[in-house]
């Protein structure tokens, strides 16, 4: 069975909702329904299942998804803090978080703008009731670790994926929960069964000018993928 997102629009606006399907191999049977913007979505699934696609899918649609004054970060295992901080913020949310600031501490602020705890702390004001975007969220670890928890605290919603939930810091988790939200665990069929399709696309113009031997090599290759898989 496949699983995946999809986005379709309203009618008469310009915003789409949050398709989740489910559709079954070699068949035109598919199911679908809408998952509640509102709610945070947990992407679980194996190494290779989709889960950084799927997410991807969402977060580039987000000006569709949402309102245009809502605010987003994304963040990656991958990325470093400098990373982190280059992505999301910019001097609009420098100034804004400076000027939230009691007048007394403005000028401290300001003499560490070039600071990271100082960014970090951007980072912090600018995830309050924001839409934040985590990939591979069971990954992190020393400070990248402890930066996650505040942001994911102060969000309002959460796209993330991990392995599964019990792969999940503890404290992290529990933030989670405290939020509504929505588990989808993804396999890793949804990125072989696209394998799948290339395979049989390459075989074609091999077949039609007999070439059958490098049919049957492509033919055990796909076979070799779906054992591999447990298929």
């Not at 310009?14 to 992407?43: A, C, D, F, H, Q």
């Not at 804004?96 to 951007?122: C, G, H, M, R, W």
């Not at 588990?183 to 059958?212: C, E, H």
């Amino acid at each position: 069975m496949i699983r995946f997102l999809r986005f379709k629009k309203y009618a008469g606006t310009k915003y789409r909702g949050i398709v989740y399907r489910e559709k079954y191999r070699y068949s035109n049977n598919m199911t679908e329904k809408y998952i509640p913007k509102k709610k945070s979505i947990m992407l679980y699934g194996y190494d290779s299942a989709g889960k950084s696609r799927e997410l991807n899918k969402v977060y580039k649609k987000r000006l569709e998804l949402f309102r245009a004054n809502s605010t987003f970060l994304y963040i990656s295992f991958h990325d470093s803090i400098a990373e982190v901080i280059y992505k999301n913020i910019t001097d609009t949310h420098i100034k804004n978080y400076i000027l939230s600031l009691p007048v007394d501490k403005q000028v401290f602020a300001e003499s560490n703008i070039s600071k990271q705890f100082f960014k970090i702390e951007v980072l912090k004001f600018i995830a309050t009731g924001a839409y934040l975007f985590i990939d591979d969220l069971d990954k992190f670890s020393g400070k990248k670790l402890e930066i996650v928890k505040d942001l994911v605290r102060v969000s309002k919603v959460i796209f993330a994926t991990a392995r599964d939930y019990k792969s999940i810091n503890k404290t992290i988790y529990k933030q989670i929960n405290y939020k509504e939200h929505t588990a989808i665990t993804l396999s890793t069929k949804n990125s072989f069964d696209a394998t799948n399709y290339i395979l049989i696309a390459l075989m074609v113009p091999f077949a039609i000018s007999g070439n059958y031997a490098i049919v049957m090599m492509l033919l055990l290759m796909n076979r070799f993928l779906d054992k591999g898989l447990g298929r």
